[in-house]
């Protein structure tokens, strides 16, 4: 009987860790179209050209959140889809990036997810958390150089290709 305990325990956590797994970014799921985005995020709106132009990895984002509060800071929020017009990742960023915003984001994503698979820290910080069909990542970078602050908070599809 102690043969079959290990293998049905480490089931059970696997299945508990799996459940974790937010499969796209809040109510949008990987897969889905930019209707099913828009119908599933109210916020979502097509970026007219009103808003500045967003591409991520020479991408351009069609759909987005202008503004979100998460927290304490202002993000804004853009949808990638893949050839297909498929969800594939979502990036978000905000105009105020700093240590303490990356601090706080960084603990609202450890309280939701648990602790990442993989952290740095100093002036390129940044935390990964990795699920079967999701990865996050939260990124922030500081050059003293040039005094440029940035903090990204993106959460992708795992070996999806984007247009």
């Not at 860790?17 to 897969?31: E, F, N, S």
């Not at 309280?111 to 079967?132: K, V």
């Not at 602050?149 to 992708?156: H, R």
């Amino acid at each position: 009987m102690r043969l079959y305990t290990l293998p049905i325990y480490m089931m059970l956590v696997w299945s508990a860790c799996a459940a974790d797994d937010p499969g796209g970014w809040t109510a949008a799921k990987w897969g889905m179209t930019i209707d099913q985005v828009r119908a599933a995020v109210p916020d979502a709106q097509i970026l007219t050209g009103n808003e500045p132009k967003r591409t991520i990895n020479g991408v351009l984002s069609p759909l987005g959140v202008p503004s979100l509060e998460i927290g304490k800071v202002t993000w804004s929020v853009y949808f990638l889809f893949d050839q297909q017009g498929h969800l594939s990742a979502v990036e978000i960023n905000t105009d105020t990036p700093s240590v303490e915003a990356y601090i706080q984001t960084a603990q609202l994503l450890t309280e939701r997810y648990g602790h990442p698979a993989e952290e740095t820290a100093g002036g390129r910080r940044s935390a990964q958390w990795t699920f079967a069909t999701t990865t996050i990542q939260l990124r922030y970078t500081y050059l003293a150089a040039i005094q440029m602050e940035t903090l990204w908070l993106s959460y992708t599809r795992p070996n999806a290709a984007r247009i």
